[in-house]
Antibody, heavy 118, light 111 residues
Framework: QVQLQESGPGLVKPSETLSLTCTVS??????????WSWIRQPPGKGLEWIGY???????NYNPSLKSRVTISVDTSKNQFSLKLSSVTAADTAVYYC??????????WGQGTLVTVSS | QSVLTQPPSVSGAPGQRVTISCTGS?????????VHWYQQLPGTAPKLLIY???NRPSGVPDRFSGSKSGTSASLAITGLQAEDEADYYC???????????FGTGTKVTVL
């Protein structure tokens, strides 16, 4: 079965760029049947969709974050990545990667907490 | 942006039936977009519970059921068990915002 695993720094300074990678195992990011999404959850709060990428490289971002977000894919490594620039404390959250079945998210990675603090 | 509204909490005794509502609008649920439900156990990632309004993925007990009508959807849990204590989120797509949207989340407590 497909499994996803997030990785990256757990602490980022304000105004810097948050960078995370999601490694996919048991399946291929090159599958044309799925998008690959990033979703975040601030501590004690709800879920917010950040954006998705297709294996071809086409992307779709949440308009509220679009100016700061870049999602890329590396099919040779079976990974996709998230970059969020100019971070503030409001970007502190657990960041999840998930397979996007064109409508629902399944499965999800275990999540990684990123704290924005100096 | 949580444009799907859920009750903050619901509770029930073991064996009882509880329902969670998810209220949207004409640009999301009312526009015909599917509703999906996720279960988030404490300290874990969300897990798909119901997809396409009323379908259960393999392995999800039939105690969980979903429905949709108009601009709202509901998740029902029958025969409530202690292991069902979790946060539950609905999710759909909003055409006016052009984003996938999640509900505000509901905490289910088993008394």
């Amino acid at each position: 079965q497909v499994q996803l695993q997030e990785s990256g720094p757990g602490l980022v300074k304000p105004s810097e760029t948050l960078s995370l990678t999601c490694t996919v195992s048991g399946g291929s990011v090159s599958s044309g049947s799925y998008y690959w999404s990033w979703i975040r959850q601030p501590p004690g709060k709800g879920l917010e969709w950040i954006g998705y990428i297709y294996y071809s490289g086409s992307t779709n971002y949440n308009p509220s974050l679009k100016s700061r977000v870049t999602i890329s894919v590396d099919t040779s490594k079976n990974q996709f990545s998230l970059k969020l620039s100019s971070v503030t404390a409001a970007d502190t959250a657990v960041y999840y990667c998930a397979r996007d079945t064109y409508t629902a998210f399944d499965p999800w990675g275990q999540g990684t907490l990123v704290t924005v603090s100096s | 942006q949580s444009v799907l509204t859920q009750p903050p909490s619901v509770s029930g005794a073991p064996g009882q039936r509880v329902t969670i509502s998810c209220t949207g609008s004409s640009s999301n649920i009312g526009a015909g977009y599917d509703v999906h439900w996720y279960q988030q156990l404490p300290g874990t990632a969300p897990k798909l519970l119901i997809y396409g309004n009323s379908n259960r993925p393999s392995g999800v007990p039939d105690r969980f059921s979903g429905s949709k009508s108009g601009t709202s959807a509901s998740l029902a849990i029958t025969g409530l068990q202690a292991e069902d204590e979790a946060d539950y989120y609905c999710q759909s797509y909003d055409s006016s915002l052009s984003v996938y949207v999640f509900g505000t989340g509901t905490k289910v407590t088993v008394l």
